[in-house]
């Protein structure tokens, strides 16, 4: 029972391909050029010239119209073909470049030919040429040779420490040169990641405050001033307090001769040699 099934249905499918086969009749011997050649069951070998670019093959020339009676149609919108042809349909266009793949319209689907994507701004195509991949950034300390462009990767060198720097991460920064610095002032250089620092020797040492530079030097000047004015005044201080305070002694030794004496005291600068005079001589004696 089941294995007439399966020979009905195998019969039926050699019925039905060999029907298909026979509403198609092509059967493609051979093609040189721009010219093709069919078998066709009642007429033989049929030669035609194929469809052009940017058409399909839509009917076999008949042999009696001769070989320019093929027939073509344009591809559809989406499709294309690029050559002479005997293909029953158009080949699909390729998917629209992606943006976010880093890729680019190059050229738009026509119906003779295939969109073309390219890598964009800041990308390059992989070896294999079917992805994009973005350009390498130079570090801090590295800059650029060769920028990369749609076709080679960015190429990178070592900034020479103390003749260039480079302080950006950049896929287009070279590395530039350093300051030069002036004859009186001092390099601070850095490792190829920054330019070079021109100081002032005073502000280098200032700092430490170990040495006398042109602002301590101020400083000193201004202190030494202060304390000399402020020394003056010690002094005349001290001369005012003296001479009070002999006043005052002289006063009291004057009091005790003038007691003995009777007479007045007018000038006291007078007395104080008396007084001093008569106390050492007191003194003296005593
Ligand atoms: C058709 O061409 C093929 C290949 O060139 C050849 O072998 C065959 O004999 C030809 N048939 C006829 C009917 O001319
Ligand atoms: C483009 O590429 C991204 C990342 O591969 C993917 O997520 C996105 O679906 C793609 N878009 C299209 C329209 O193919
Ligand atoms: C990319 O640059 C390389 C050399 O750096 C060069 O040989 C090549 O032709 C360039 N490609 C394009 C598309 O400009
Ligand atoms: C000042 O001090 C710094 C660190 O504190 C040191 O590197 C530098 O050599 C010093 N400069 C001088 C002139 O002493």
Redesign the pocket.
């Known amino acids: 029972m089941t294995c007439t099934w399966i020979f009905l249905a195998t019969v039926l499918t050699r019925v039905l391909i060999v029907s298909c086969q026979s509403s198609t009749p092509a059967e493609f011997v051979s093609q040189d050029g721009d010219t093709y050649t069919y078998r066709d069951a009642a007429e033989g070998n049929v030669t035609c010239l194929k469809c052009p670019p940017g058409t399909h093959l839509g009917k076999h020339c008949s042999p009696h119209d001769g070989r320019s009676s093929t027939i073509c149609h344009p591809c559809q919108r989406g499709s294309f073909t690029s050559q002479l042809n005997v293909l029953s349909e158009c080949s699909r266009c390729r998917?629209?470049c992606?943006?976010?793949?880093g890729r680019m319209t190059v050229k738009n689907c026509i119906p003779s030919a295939d969109r073309k994507c390219g890598c964009k701004d800041g990308y390059h195509a992989s070896v294999s040429r079917d992805t994009c991949i973005r350009h390498t950034e130079c570090a801090r300390g590295y800059g650029v040779i060769h920028a990369g462009n749609s076709t080679r990767d960015t190429v990178c060198e070592k900034c020479q420490i103390g003749k260039t720097y480079s302080d950006v991460t950049s896929p287009t920064e070279p590395c530039k040169r350093v300051r030069m610095c002036g004859a009186a002032e001092v390099a601070q250089p850095s490792l190829g990641q920054s330019d070079n620092e021109c100081v002032v020797p005073e502000t280098v040492n200032h700092g430490n405050g170990t040495s006398v530079d042109g602002l301590d030097m101020t400083m000193f000047m201004v202190f030494f001033m202060s304390s000399f004015i402020g020394l003056l005044v010690l002094v005349s201080v001290a001369r005012a307090v003296r001479t009070k305070w002999r006043g005052w002694h002289v006063q009291s030794v004057v009091g005790e001769v003038s007691a003995e004496t009777g007479s007045v005291v007018s000038d006291p600068d007078s007395f104080i040699l008396e007084a001093d005079s008569k106390h050492l001589v007191s003194d003296d004696t005593e």
Not at 98 to 101: H, K, L, R, T
Request: hydrophobic share 15%; aromatic share 0%.
């Open positions: 998917a629209t992606n943006d976010s793949e």
